[in-house]
């Protein structure tokens, strides 16, 4: 029942910006919250311990009849969908803004030594999530980060991330 909401939340997510243009899969051809789905073959991001930065690429604004997605939630779908291998989904919410200028390929490519992202959710003020991540490396390693998340019209736009 999980996974199908996830799933769920994914489809309206990509769905609805995709629509709106305020999403775009690029590909060649508050509380607490955790999040983890083990899938075998990815890698460290490249970007933890950078700070990302917005895209300079403008996107629409919501209007006001769309409703806004939750911070807390974009992140935790963002992360499922690494989890899952979901790449496309992960592009979408927020993947493309990580590595401006870098390809989809890459981005994938960025998760080969990566089992699983389990992110914990401390806190949501206003449009910026606080995260604590375990990554479980396919070596069976963990490395630890914390910061946030910035996120606007259902996307993540910037990240302040750092090992802990």
Sequence with gaps: MRVS???ALVVALTGAGALFGLARANSPGSGTAT???PVAGRAVSPSLGHTWTQASEARPQASPMQST???????????????????????ALGGKQHIAGSTFDAFVQSFN???TYDVTINEVAGNKVEVELDQLLTD?????????????????????????
């Design 35 to 37: 999040a983890s789905t």
């Design 140 to 164: 069976e390693t963990h490395r630890h980060f914390t910061g946030t998340f910035t996120v606007e019209d259902g996307v993540i736009v910037a990240a302040d991330i750092h090992p802990k």
């Design 113 to 115: 030594t990566t089992n």
């Design 5 to 7: 909401l996830v799933v």
């Design 69 to 91: 997605p939750d911070p807390a939630d974009v992140v935790q779908t963002y992360f499922s969908a690494v989890n899952e291998g979901d790449y496309i989904a992960a592009w």
